[in-house]
C-alpha cells in the first residue's frame, strides 16, 4: 500500500499557474500508475492526468497543452503543473496511485480559480 499527500493548491487569478505534489510513502518505481483527478461542487470527479510507469501521459480533453503531470522517483512525488488557469478549472485535485489492481487516494488539495 502506499500513502498520498497532496500540496500546492491555493487562490490563483484566471491565467495563473500552480503547481501541485502528490508525495507518497514508498518508493514510485513499483507503482504501475499515478494520476491527478479533480472535484468540484454538484459534479462527479473526472480524470485530469495520467502517468504510466512506462512514461506515457494522457489528459482530459479540457486540461490538454495547460496541465503537464510528471513525476521525480527520487523524491517519490508526482507533479502537476497547471497554467493559463480558467475559473472551471476550481476543485478539489486529488492524487491517484495505482498498485497491481488496487487504488490509492490522498486527501485532496483545493485548487480555486478567481479574479
Known amino acids: 500500500q502506499v500513502q498520498l499527500v497532496e500540496s500546492g493548491g491555493g487562490l490563483v487569478q484566471p491565467g495563473g499557474s500552480l503547481r501541485l505534489s502528490c508525495a507518497a510513502s514508498r518508493t514510485i518505481f513499483s507503482i504501475y500508475a499515478m494520476g491527478w483527478y479533480r472535484q468540484a461542487p454538484g459534479k462527479q470527479r473526472e480524470l485530469v492526468a495520467l502517468i504510466i510507469s512506462g512514461g506515457s501521459t494522457n489528459y482530459a480533453d479540457s486540461v490538454k497543452d495547460r496541465f503537464t503531470i510528471s513525476r521525480d522517483n527520487v523524491k517519490n512525488t508526482v507533479y502537476l503543473q497547471m497554467n493559463s488557469l480558467k475559473p472551471e478549472d476550481t476543485a478539489v485535485y486529488l492524487c491517484?496511485?495505482?498498485?497491481?489492481?488496487?487504488?490509492?487516494w490522498g486527501q485532496g488539495t483545493q485548487v480555486t480559480v478567481s479574479s
Open positions: 491517484n496511485a495505482r498498485i497491481t489492481t488496487m487504488g490509492y
